[in-house]
């Protein structure tokens, strides 16, 4: 019989594309939304899980509403929703729960910092959002069930906020218009939400417990991922790094040591990146 997984924030950025590899997988899958239920209220979350009764739950619901979710208070109440949700859990029974959390729970600096960033790496968010997913974390770490704790490193894909780096890029290069960014030189790990989600559908299924890291475990500089763009959409007049300020204090080199991912979990695709902006830039056509 196959086993049951409960997926919050089933039409998020990132549940949406857990759904289609998990059910690939051939779990009995129980995918939802805040038009499902309310996990705000802790009455309606109980409902939920005796209703469904997972044996797995896969939690990707949180507030991630462009441009605010980094201050926002919302931050608080989804930690206090999410810590009683995932006691609930516990208590009737369930299995392996896991959260999604961000690379933003890492400190900002280290010793050696062009290192890709390992899950031992010092924990030290500097925003309430990253606060609040690290605080999530420690709390499921010392819960009587068998828990996993996802950092995912930065993304793009499709449904993604036009605001956001690689959409708001793409967008101005397929209306004809200049694509105006800062000067693009810190390191970041991208990858696709339809990667991302294969690795959180195959963590999810593992039996590994603990902090691992999700991404593509390489370093692309933001001014080549834009100038891939501009290539790609055959527009690469229109690229102007470096008309807009860099951000202060911008930390200059973010990889994930994906080690744990690739050998523990036994999740070892290739990313693709580039082939995945193409898919993308396709689809925004």
Known sequence: MPERVLLTGATGFV???????????????HAV????????????ARALLREVKPAIVLHCAWYVAHGTFWTAPENDTWLEASTAFARAFAEQGGRRFVGVGTCA???????????????????????????????LAARLAAMPVATAWARLFHMFGEGENPGRLVPSVALALLRGEEARCASGRPVRDF?????????LAALALSGVTGAAN????????????????????GRPDLIRLGALPDRPNEVPHMVADVSRLRHQVG?????????????????LR
């Open 214 to 233: 999700i991404g593509s475990g390489e370093g692309r500089a933001i001014a080549d991922v834009v100038r891939f763009l501009g290539q790609a959409s």
């Open 33 to 44: 939304s805040s038009r499902d239920a309310d996990l705000l209220d802790e009455g309606a």
């Open 267 to 283: 999740f070892a695709r290739p990313p693709r990146v580039e082939a995945d902006l193409r898919a993308l830039l396709a689809a």
């Open 191 to 199: 990858a696709s939400t339809r990667f991302i989600g294969e690795a």
């Open 15 to 29: 549940g949406r594309a857990v759904v289609a590899p998990l059910r690939a997988a051939g779990v009995e899958l």
């Open 105 to 135: 729970e890492y400190a900002d600096r280290d010793a050696d910092d062009d290192a890709p960033w390992k899950e031992t790496r010092a924990i030290a968010p500097a925003t309430p959002y990253g606060r609040a997913k690290a605080a």
